[in-house]
């Protein structure tokens, strides 16, 4: 009997394709991967949830038409722009604010309920967690930033300085959102009461009243001009309406990257390592 050799072995009729390599988890196609997919959790998880929509597009805007009915025509006399110019911003910025103190009750039932540490067993990319959630505010910032220029258009607000100018004025929100997000979430990650980063959001309503998106800078007493000038949600305004109706850019610019890059950097390593050992925790 003569024996079978390799070509005398039949092929098979639907050959097995091999399995796809899964890519190394920390490598940089699994971090965007595994950061689109959590975003897109954190999304959806949002959407689902009544509260977290209303707060991100209803409150806001009805807050700005109620500011807009309240003192918009006092404002525009004593400076001859419109408030919306003014009050649309500091709306944005408000509401990028008390999102993020949302988004850090959120990150604190998920470290207590146990579910970060059942990510952190899965082959996820570590990174990926916080980078998800920043994204997803990114994003939530921007929604809310157009929900509110949409309504301000409504009421009159336009744009006078070019489409460059408006493109960039959607975006400037995020710039301190963002660092208020990242100091909200260390925050949260440290503490064992919520009422730690539920007093976020005194903080940022404290920025609002003595803001100059509230009332034009001259009508605050004198020794507190400094403050409210300073101060992050007021260097915000400026620049937005610097974009929109004209006026100086550059100063409130760097003041608002000035803040906004310190509370990054004083945040970001706690940030990190809170995250790796409430992801740990079970």
């Known amino acids: 009997m003569t024996p079978l050799t390799d070509e005398m072995t039949p092929a098979p009729a639907h050959p097995i394709p091999a399995a796809p390599r899964r890519p190394a988890e920390w490598s940089p196609r699994a ?20 509260a977290s929509t209303s707060e991100t ?3 806001p805007v009805a807050f700005l038409v109620a500011l807009n009915i309240v003192l918009g025509d006092g404002i ?24 993020a103190t949302v988004g850090g009750l959120s990150l604190m039932h998920e ?8 990510l952190w067993v899965l082959p996820i990319n570590r990174t990926a967690g916080v980078i998800s959630r920043l994204l997803a505010e990114t994003i939530r910032i921007v929604v809310a930033t157009l929900a509110l220029l949409t309504a301000g258009y409504a009421m009159g607000f336009r744009f006078h300085m070019g489409v460059a100018a408006a493109l960039g004025w959607v975006f400037v929100p995020c710039v301190f959102g963002l660092a208020f997000a990242v100091g909200v ?8 009461k919520t009422i730690v980063v539920e007093a976020t959001a005194l903080v940022s309503g404290v920025f609002m009243f003595f803001s100059t998106g509230f009332v034009p800078l001259h009508q605050y007493p004198e020794w507190i001009q400094p403050a409210v ?9 400026d620049t937005m309406k610097g974009l929109s109706v004209g006026g100086p850019i550059a100063a409130p610019l760097t003041g608002l990257l000035e803040w906004s890059v310190s509370i990054i950097v004083v945040c970001a390593i706690p940030l990190a390592l809170g995250y790796r050992k409430a992801s740990m925790h079970s």
């Open 229 to 237: 000038w300073h101060q992050p949600l007021s260097y915000t305004v």
């Open 31 to 50: 971090l965007l991967w595994h950061t689109v997919t959590l975003t897109s959790r954190t999304m959806r998880r949002w959407l689902r949830d009544p």
């Open 76 to 99: 525009t006399r004593v400076t001859g722009i419109g408030a919306l110019y003014g009050s649309v911003p500091l709306v944005a910025m408000v509401a990028a604010t008390q999102g």
């Open 185 to 192: 979430a260390t925050l949260a990650l440290y503490s064992a």
């Open 111 to 118: 470290r207590d309920s146990g579910l970060l540490a059942r």
């Open 57 to 59: 597009i209803l409150v």
